[in-house]
C-alpha cells in the first residue's frame, strides 16, 4: 500500500489512506494532502460540538459494517484481530467522530474504545505470549486519539484559518527552526501535484516487481520512481514501521544506491562524499592510536596491514583495513558487519606458438 497520510497508531502502524478513501459515505479528512476538506453530514452546521459537550457520545455508533469480513470472522472466533483489520477499524471510528466533533476527549474516546471490547472482550484484549494481561479499553483509547491527533496535526487548506500574517510567519518559522534542529528539510511533503492515490500505488507496485529481477541494483528507471514516491515512503518510515515491514512495502530502501537517495533528498546532505572524506581526513590518526594497542586481535590487523604495505600504498591500506582495524580494537566480530563471499575464478591454459 502507498501511505499518503501520517496516521500513526500507538503500536506503531499506518492506516491505509486509499481505504480511508474509498469510504465515501464517512467524514475524511487526509494530512497533509491539500485542497482535501471535510464533508459534513446533511443538517450538520459549520461549527461543530463543542468537546466539552459529550451527549454525542451516547448516542454514537460504531461503524462495524464497514470493517472487512475478516474482523467478523475474529470476533465471532474469539480470536485477536489481524493488525490490518484494527488499523481499519480505528480508521473508521475516528472518521466517524469527526462528523461530530475534532475535539473528542479522552474520557469520550475512552467511552468508545469501551463500546468497541464490548462486542468481544476476548478478541481485543491485551495478550503477551498468548495470555490475557489488560483488558484493551487502554490500547484502544490510545490508539483512537494518536488517529485523532494525527489528523487534527494540519488541517486541510480550504477550511478557513483567521490567522494574522505575524502568526503565520512565526508558524513557519518554528517549522523551519524544528526541521533544522532535526537535521531534516523534508521529513513529511505532500504528494505530488498530478499525482493520485491510484498512480502511487501502482509506481510501488511497479517497483516492487523490478525488484524481484534487479535486487541489489537500481536502474535509473527506479531512481525516478523511488524520487516520485519519496512523500509515501516518508510516511510509512515515519509511521515506525517495522524493518521487515518497510522493506516489504518499499524493497529498495534496502538498496545502497536508493537509499542513499532517500537520504539525500531528506537532509541535502551527500552521507556518501561526505563520510568519505571523513574517513581520508581520520584513517591516518585512527591508524596510529591502533599502532600503541596491546590486544592480541589488533596486532594481527596491523601485521597484515604492514605486510600488505610493500605491495601498495600506506594510505590505500589504511583505508581498506580501516574497518578490520576499528572492529579489532571494540572487540567485535567482523563477520557481523561484513559478509564476505568466495568468488571462484576459472583460468583456462591456452597453448601459445
Not at 96 to 118: G, P, Q
Not at 123 to 139: C, E, L, M, P, Q
Not at 224 to 252: H, V
Request: aromatic share 6%; with cysteine; glycine share 4%.
Amino acid at each position: 500500500m502507498c501511505y499518503i497520510g501520517s496516521s500513526k497508531s500507538a503500536t506503531g502502524t499506518l492506516v491505509d489512506a486509499s481505504t480511508v478513501m474509498s469510504n465515501q459515505s464517512a467524514p475524511v479528512v487526509i494530512s497533509p494532502v491539500p485542497n482535501v476538506s471535510m464533508p459534513r453530514s446533511s443538517g450538520q452546521s459549520s461549527t461543530q460540538l463543542n468537546c466539552d459537550d459529550s451527549s454525542w457520545v451516547d448516542k454514537f455508533q460504531i461503524p462495524w459494517s464497514k470493517c472487512p469480513e475478516t474482523l467478523h470472522a475474529a470476533i465471532q472466533n474469539n480470536q485477536p484481530p489481524s493488525g490490518q483489520d484494527l488499523r481499519q477499524l480505528i480508521s473508521h471510528t475516528v472518521s466517524d467522530v469527526f462528523s461530530f466533533t475534532r475535539r473528542a476527549t479522552r474520557d469520550n474516546l475512552r467511552a468508545i474504545a469501551r463500546m468497541i471490547v464490548s462486542r468481544n472482550p476476548k478478541t481485543f484484549a491485551d495478550y503477551v505470549n498468548g495470555k490475557i494481561v489488560g483488558d484493551g479499553i487502554t490500547s484502544i483509547m490510545l490508539m483512537l486519539e494518536s488517529k485523532k491527533e494525527n489528523l487534527n496535526r494540519q488541517q486541510p487548506a480550504n477550511i478557513k484559518t483567521h490567522k494574522t500574517a505575524t502568526s503565520q510567519a512565526e508558524k513557519s518559522h518554528r517549522a523551519s527552526k524544528s526541521a533544522m534542529r532535526y537535521g531534516c528539510n523534508r521529513w513529511e511533503v505532500p504528494i505530488p501535484s498530478g499525482e493520485t492515490v491510484e498512480s502511487l500505488e501502482s509506481k510501488q507496485k511497479k517497483m516492487q516487481d523490478l525488484h524481484l529481477v534487479h535486487k541489489s541494483s537500481a536502474p535509473l528507471e527506479v531512481q525516478q520512481l523511488m524520487k516520485e514516491t519519496y512523500g509515501c515512503q516518508r510516511f510509512a518510515i515515519n509511521a515506525q514501521l517495522s524493518i521487515t515491514d518497510l522493506l516489504q512495502e518499499w524493497p529498495y530502501l534496502g538498496v545502497t544506491v536508493t537509499l542513499l537517495q532517500h537520504y539525500k533528498t531528506l537532509t541535502d546532505v551527500d552521507i556518501e562524499s561526505l563520510l568519505s572524506s571523513s574517513v581520508d581526513a581520520k584513517m591516518l590518526l585512527v591508524y596510529k592510536y591502533c599502532c600503541n594497542s596491546r590486544a592480541n586481535s589488533v596486532r594481527k590487523v596491523l601485521q597484515e596491514m604492514q605486510f600488505a604495505m610493500g605491495n601498495s600504498g600506506e594510505s590505500q591500506v589504511v583505508r581498506n583495513g580501516l574497518l578490520l582495524l576499528v572492529a579489532a580494537s571494540l572487540d567485535e566480530d567482523i563477520l557481523e558487519m561484513i559478509i564476505f563471499k568466495v568468488i571462484y575464478i576459472y583460468f583456462t591454459q591456452t597453448n601459445c606458438e
